[in-house]
């Protein structure tokens, strides 16, 4: 039997922290520091099985509008996982990048970045892109204002934040809620959407196992008939 198809790229929504953190009586930040150790697994897993790029949700451009202490304690957190992890991703082979507008985001915060995107440039085991301060709409009107300047606006797709990137085969949204939430609008187009109910601290191995069971049972047709996708001649690569 053949391999069960893997994704190239997995995009991810963590969501249900802040209720999982409230069905054990602890404050809302400890869903979002148990969170971390979510990602953790997740990129481990995905590493294993041969996924070439995951990108995780951490901080939307709406995020700002929640209690400044959860805002400031997301930021406390995006920092320390900043100066704690991303030697270990690097000897792991992990690209590390950071998509959104970090213009926004403190200064040790952005040289931190810097630092970790040239330190793992060159890595090729995984792509790790982590979305901070970051929209769909936002990456698609700033790519508008660039590929303007440059004189040829129908060329923004090359200045959006994941040009070059292959687009999400999977997109994976814990929590219980049915949307996007205004993440990668444009590169979801033909994306494979699963939904879980899972709390985001609770999605371990066998919830990745189970989200990619699910992905291999899916029939891609990107616009073409059932036939077509069976016969070699005319399938999509
Ligand atoms: C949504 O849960 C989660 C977030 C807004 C933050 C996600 C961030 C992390 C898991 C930390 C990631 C950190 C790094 C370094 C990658 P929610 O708070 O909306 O949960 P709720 O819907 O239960 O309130």
Redesign the pocket.
Known sequence: MPAAPVPRHIAVV???????AQKRFLP?VA??KQ??EA?RTLIRGVSERGVEVLT?F??SSE?WQRPAEEVSF?MD??LR?LREEVQKLHSNGVRFRVVGDVSALGVETRSLISEAEALTASNTRLCLN?AVNYGGRWDIEQAIVKATADGDPMAFAHWLSFAGQPDPDLFIRT?GERRISNFMLWQLAYTELFFADT??PDFDESELASALAWFAGRERRFGRTSEQIRDPATSPA
């Not at 963590?14 to 999982?20: I, L, P, V």
């Open positions: 963590m969501d249900g922290n802040g209720r999982w809302r869903g979002h969170g971390v990602v995780v951490a901080f995020n997301l957190l995006f996982a982590v929590g709390l985001w």
